[in-house]
């Protein structure tokens, strides 16, 4: 099998996960990588062990070895990354968001379908089985009727001041903060599992920490990088925020997120209430599924080859009590996405998990309707979102 060319645009904090994952495939080369100059592209390249470094993405997107590219550059660089790799003919997998907002999410989801290339978005907590059984279960309706969606995504990597990050910059992060971050992966897993769609929000959102300060450069996600005199800047995108939803089947809904909550690591929870049962996921106790009663006792399904369901068994590749974690969730994704870009793109043919441009436009449609809410005094907002005609 002839293994298919990959290529990196924005060698940060998440790109080594992207290029271990593809890796982990094996029928996929890393070709290359492309950053912001060439010496420091350079750098990363030998740190992660890719023969060509290009300090100028254009020129990767000119190297006819590659057939896919990752886009893992800061938010703002997504469209314009994005349209030229569609341009180029290359398939597109891309860090979330996919968008600054639903114009530009809109505007890509329209030129990856006319392009008919393959686009994927990394929502990864899809790939991991359990979050697949729990969507079989309900899709199966063990639960009956889902009456409550609700949960919460905590951090603490921002509860310094002297963290500072282009997530907190909006002319680089967007006008969201945490919202967009991490409160888009909960809402896509919300989603995703119960099977039903937001539409609607009432939103309250906080700056905990309005004085950040800068040593002139962005820390990357998790870390406290930097030295030297820092400045005080002022920042305006949320830190933490609560919202509750409305669902398009009636069901309710409720979750918060926050990334300056000491001793709350990635503290992602989704719980699912249906009539008959309810299941509840933990991100940190990722390989359980806890499942509750009212008529009998609670229990929690390991993950386990011999015990999850036809759907989830794909996404199992240990043995039971072998623990399986986030990284093997986003290889997940990854194998989905090349599989589907292997047999060309089909979009009938894209597995149930994979997210695609659809969704990230879909992602930057919720945020959107969450600041409108907050912005307008904390009302209701409809979420404004065209279906794919």
Not at 28 to 39: H, K, M, P
Not at 183 to 196: I, N
Not at 211 to 227: D, L, N, P, T, V
Not at 312 to 339: I, K, S, T
């Given at each position: 099998?002839?293994?298919?060319?990959?290529?990196?645009?924005?060698?940060?904090?998440?790109?080594?996960?992207?290029?271990?994952?593809?890796?982990?495939?094996?029928?996929?080369?890393?070709?290359?990588?492309?950053?912001?100059?060439?010496?420091?592209?350079?750098?990363?390249?030998?740190?992660?062990?890719?023969?060509?470094?290009?300090?100028?993405?254009?020129?990767?997107?000119?190297?006819?070895d590659i057939q896919v590219v990752h886009n893992t550059t800061p938010n703002h660089l997504h469209?314009?990354?994005?349209?030229?790799?569609?341009?180029?003919?290359?398939?597109?997998?891309?860090?979330?968001?996919?968008?600054?907002?639903?114009?530009?999410?809109?505007?890509?989801?329209?030129?990856?379908?006319?392009?008919?290339?393959?686009?994927?978005?990394?929502?990864?907590?899809?790939?991991?089985?359990?979050?697949?059984?729990?969507?079989?279960?309900?899709?199966?309706?063990?639960?009956?009727?889902?009456?409550?969606?609700?949960?919460?995504?905590?951090?603490?990597?921002?509860?310094?001041?002297?963290?500072?990050?282009?997530?907190?910059?909006?002319?680089?992060?967007?006008?969201?903060?945490?919202?967009?971050?991490?409160?888009?992966?909960?809402?896509?897993?919300?989603?995703?599992?119960?099977?039903?769609?937001?539409?609607?929000?009432?939103?309250?959102?906080?700056?905990?920490?309005?004085?950040?300060?800068?040593?002139?450069?962005?820390?990357?996600?998790?870390?406290?990088?930097?030295?030297?005199?820092?400045?005080?800047?002022?920042?305006?995108?949320?830190?933490?925020?609560?919202?509750?939803?409305?669902?398009?089947?009636?069901?309710?809904?409720?979750?918060?997120?926050?990334?300056?909550?000491?001793?709350?690591?990635?503290?992602?929870?989704?719980?699912?209430?249906?009539?008959?049962?309810?299941?509840?996921?933990?991100?940190?106790?990722?390989?359980?599924?806890?499942?509750?009663?009212?008529?009998?006792?609670?229990?929690?399904?390991?993950?386990?080859?011999?015990?999850?369901?036809?759907?989830?068994?794909?996404?199992?590749?240990?043995?039971?009590?072998?623990?399986?974690?986030?990284?093997?969730?986003?290889?997940?994704?990854?194998?989905?996405?090349?599989?589907?870009?292997?047999?060309?793109?089909?979009?009938?043919?894209?597995?149930?998990?994979?997210?695609?441009?659809?969704?990230?436009?879909?992602?930057?449609?919720?945020?959107?309707?969450?600041?409108?809410?907050?912005?307008?005094?904390?009302?209701?907002?409809?979420?404004?979102?065209?279906?794919?005609?």
């Open positions: 099998m002839k293994k298919l060319g990959m290529g990196l645009i924005g060698p940060g904090f998440v790109a080594g996960h992207h290029i271990d994952a593809v890796r982990r495939l094996g029928d996929v080369d890393v070709v290359a990588i492309a950053g912001s100059s060439q010496a420091s592209v350079e750098k990363k390249a030998r740190e992660y062990k890719v023969d060509r470094a290009y300090g100028d993405y254009h020129a990767l997107l000119a190297d006819p469209l314009p990354v994005t349209l030229a790799a569609i341009a180029a003919g290359k398939h597109v997998i891309s860090d979330k968001p996919l968008a600054l907002n639903p114009s530009e999410g809109l505007e890509l989801r329209r030129a990856a379908i006319a392009a008919k290339i393959g686009h994927v978005v990394t929502f990864n907590y899809r790939g991991n089985p359990l979050v697949q059984q729990a969507r079989g279960m309900i899709a199966a309706g063990e639960l009956e009727r889902v009456s409550f969606v609700h949960g919460h995504y905590l951090q603490d990597w921002m509860s310094d001041p002297n963290v500072y990050s282009w997530r907190s910059d909006p002319g680089k992060g967007g006008l969201s903060s945490a919202l967009g971050d991490i409160g888009s992966h909960w809402c896509d897993l919300a989603e995703h599992v119960s099977g039903l769609k937001i539409v609607s929000v009432l939103a309250d959102l906080t700056t905990v920490i309005p004085i950040r300060y800068s040593a002139g450069g962005s820390a990357e996600a998790f870390s406290q990088k930097g030295g030297g005199e820092r400045v005080p800047v002022q920042v305006h995108a949320e830190d933490l925020a609560s919202v509750l939803l409305r669902f398009d089947s009636g069901a309710k809904g409720s979750f918060s997120v926050g990334q300056v909550l000491p001793g709350h690591k990635n503290d992602l929870q989704l719980e699912v209430n249906g009539l008959a049962a309810s299941l509840k996921w933990k991100q940190e106790q990722q390989n359980e599924l806890w499942i509750g009663h009212s008529n009998r006792s609670n229990s929690v399904m390991d993950k386990d080859p011999s015990l999850v369901s036809k759907v989830a068994l794909p996404y199992v590749h240990l043995p039971g009590g072998h623990q399986e974690a986030w990284a093997d969730a986003f290889c997940n994704l990854m194998r989905d996405a090349y599989g589907w870009i292997r047999e060309g793109a089909n979009m009938e043919a894209k597995p149930a998990m994979l997210p695609t441009f659809d969704d990230g436009y879909r992602s930057t449609c919720l945020v959107e309707a969450m600041l409108k809410s907050h912005a307008a005094g904390g009302v209701w907002q409809e979420v404004q979102y065209q279906p794919v005609a």
